[in-house]
């Protein structure tokens, strides 16, 4: 059904929250870090971004090539080629790169699994060395399973060592990966196979998930049931929980590894090959296959990871003093880019995680975070509003002192969970990297550096180095100071998109049609007097009332400000009077109720915060909302709620159905 509601449009977003608190980088941590200071910071990205090329070259000095590259950058918008003619692997650089300065025997992965058999965690420490002949012995198994350069490898894996493997391996060998999150259904399985033509699928058993083992084989069976494009299925076993292995066509990986050499040469990959598929929903239609290619995307990764989270390598002497856990699953692009190809080439230890945060209970997150001493962590706002709600004793059981660098991603974090995270995690000497960025961008885009930036809770600061950002309106112009606008990056940067697979027009449609000439994310944002972005919330979501477009984020900000909201989405809904008005759906913190009264408090707490405009017109109490698997609220679903429509909407990417279904009940 169509969406009735009145469409804003993000080039007269009002904003209206007020955010003053600022936090300079804590000087002990700005002395040590890789920039040291705004000075820094600021004519470094003037440079960048007034020559791309001689940053960019500079930056991939440090990787290695087979062929060094003929040209940085040709641009043919919206089409770009990095690296021109460089023959290059990164599989080689994750791996072989740092065995062959003497650091074979660093930690490249800390691994923790979610069972802790007899109470004793489970925990693999896997070296650079070690990691190359697990790769190497697998390329050699895919080589054997008839995979060429070329072509696509579909991975459904558990968070497991073999999931790295894989994707490494794949690499390796010039194969693009495709890899679909395991908490996905058979026939999201079906779809991306179809759609990447691929003829192999690696997969396990099943995998760990709050003491059960998710079905993984059986859905991969029942998704071969819709496709007959699969030839070749390679199965891991995880949890031995029982599987159908077919004749012919299933593998089990011990089997085909057990007399696999370890011995298979990196590839000489081309600059522009492509290095992998990942599909990312967007709101409507058919998820869509956004490509990345490896030169680009392996310099962008690299020196992303090492500026924002502040990396320092290992040496051949010692470890490195760092240990970073990001809790994003690899099946995202965070996984890809800052679990495993990002942080790899920076020689720091990256721990992987298989579990949820509350398994076996809510603590074990901070028991991770204090047995690793884990330096640098990341993740997501709809992880840290939840540790809001569960309460600091969890926390307080555990020292965390080792922390040094708290970063977020996903979502837009609102300043009270910001200060929550700066004042409860980071102890108040934690820099907080908001990193805003995106499947389609592959790397960090506007986000603090952590020894320069003056952080405010709520804004994801500024762009990084050889990066273009601005908030203009349809016709390309600036908006002024603090007006709200479309967000769009004006240059080409290395690990941007080069297309979506099998879909040119869509492409050009999607990021290029909205302002001529400029990468549009489809996200609204605004820029302060200190050149400080805020993201207000995607374009779609814009709600107009009383004529004035508001961006999502300021109101749900204010909501969760109120001392007994954990969490809040609002949507715009057909109003009688008002034509349209603001519904919000609130969770609320551990013990409280929700009553009348609490109702009328809440929306005078955010027309005291806002102004009259932002008040909502309703409130809705509800244990949970929808979100993507991803931790994304998914408004487009509560909007059909709030109008009491029918829901044809696309759900596959809804983490719990039955949250609809109960809201849908109170309705
Ligand atoms: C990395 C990732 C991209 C969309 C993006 C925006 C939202 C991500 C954000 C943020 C505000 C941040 N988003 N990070 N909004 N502040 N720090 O999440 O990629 O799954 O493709 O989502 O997520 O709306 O456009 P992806």
């Not at 790169?97 to 109470?119: C, H, K, N, S, Y």
Request: hydrophobic share 40%; glycine share 8%.
């Amino acid at each position: 059904m169509a969406d009735t509601q009145p469409k804003g449009d993000a080039e007269s977003m009002e904003s209206v929250l007020h955010e003053e608190r600022k936090f300079p980088p804590p000087p002990a941590f700005a002395a040590q870090a890789h920039v040291k200071s705004l000075d820094e910071y600021e004519t470094l990205h003037k440079e960048s971004v007034d020559n791309p090329e001689k940053f960019w070259a500079e930056q991939a000095a440090d990787l290695h090539w087979f062929q060094k590259w003929d040209r940085v950058l040709e641009w043919d918008l919206p089409d770009a080629k990095w690296f021109v003619g460089a023959k290059t692997n990164l599989a080689y650089n994750c791996l072989d790169r740092q065995v062959e300065a003497g650091l074979g025997d660093r930690t490249a992965i800390i691994w923790e699994g979610e069972p802790t058999p007899g109470g004793q965690p489970e925990v693999r420490r896997i070296s650079y060395k070690q990691l190359l002949d697990d790769v190497s012995r697998f390329a050699n198994v895919l080589k054997d399973l008839g995979v060429k350069k070329g072509d696509v490898v579909t991975i459904y894996m558990p968070m497991v060592p073999e999931l790295a493997v894989a994707m490494l391996a794949c690499a390796r060998i010039g194969a693009p990966h495709s890899i679909i999150f395991g908490g996905f259904s058979a026939s999201a399985i079906r779809d991306r196979v179809e759609d990447g033509q691929s003829k192999i699928i690696i997969t396990a058993d099943g995998g760990w998930r709050r003491g059960k083992p998710v079905p993984l084989k059986e859905n991969v069976d029942e998704a071969l049931t819709m496709t007959d494009r699969v030839e070749k299925v390679v199965v891991l076993e995880r949890c031995q929980n029982p599987v159908t292995m077919k004749e012919g066509r299933d593998h089990w990986w011990h089997e085909c590894a057990a007399d696999a050499s370890a011995d298979c040469p990196a590839e000489h990959m081309d600059a522009e090959d492509l290095l992998f598929i990942l599909y990312t929903s967007g709101s409507t239609g058919k998820p869509k296959g956004i490509m990345h290619t490896t030169a680009g995307y392996m310099v962008y990764t690299a020196t992303t990871a090492g500026i924002t989270f502040d990396l320092k390598p290992a040496t051949a002497q010692a470890e490195s003093p760092d240990v970073y856990w990001c809790t994003a699953d690899i099946g995202w692009i965070t996984g890809h880019s800052y679990i495993i190809y990002g942080l790899l080439p920076n020689r720091v230890p990256t721990l992987m995680y298989e579990g949820a945060p509350d398994t076996p209970d809510k603590d074990r997150f901070w028991d991770i975070i204090e047995r690793h001493k884990v330096t640098k962590f990341y993740t997501a706002p709809t992880a840290i509003r939840a540790f809001m709600k569960w309460g600091s004793e969890h926390i307080d059981k555990h020292d965390i002192s080792s922390l040094q660098l708290l970063g977020t991603v996903g979502e837009p974090i609102n300043p009270e969970a910001w200060m929550w995270y700066h004042q409860t995690i980071g102890n108040e000497k934690c820099p907080i990297v908001d990193t805003w960025w995106q499947t389609e961008t592959g790397g960090h885009m506007l986000t603090p550096v952590p020894g320069a930036t003056t952080t405010v809770p709520g804004s994801c600061t500024r762009p990084f180095f050889g990066i273009d950002a601005a908030v203009v309106n349809s016709e390309g112009d600036e908006m002024p100071t603090n007006a709200g606008g479309i967000l769009v990056i004006r240059k080409p940067w290395p690990s941007m998109l080069r297309g979506i697979y099998g879909n040119r027009q869509r492409f050009i449609d999607t990021y290029w049609s909205k302002v001529e000439g400029y990468y549009t994310a489809g996200d609204g944002a605004r820029k302060d007097q200190d050149g400080n972005f805020w993201i207000m919330g995607r374009i779609d979501d814009v709600i107009v009332v009383a004529g004035h477009n508001l961006g999502t984020m300021e109101v749900e900000s204010a909501l969760v400000s109120h001392p007994a909201v954990a969490e809040a989405a609002v949507v715009g809904f057909p109003h009688e009077i008002k034509g349209t008005g603001i519904a919000s759906f609130v969770t609320l913190r551990g013990g409280v109720e929700g009553t009348d009264q609490l109702v009328e408090e809440i929306r005078d707490h955010v027309a005291h915060e806002l102004g009259p405009i932002s008040k909502p017109d309703l409130v809705r109490f509800t244990d949970a909302l929808p979100k993507t698997r991803s931790g994304k609220i998914m408004r487009r679903l509560l909007r059909d709620i709030a109008a009491g429509r029918e829901i044809t909407q696309d759900m596959t990417t809804l983490e719990d159905v039955s949250i609809l279904a109960k809201l849908q009940g109170q309705g």
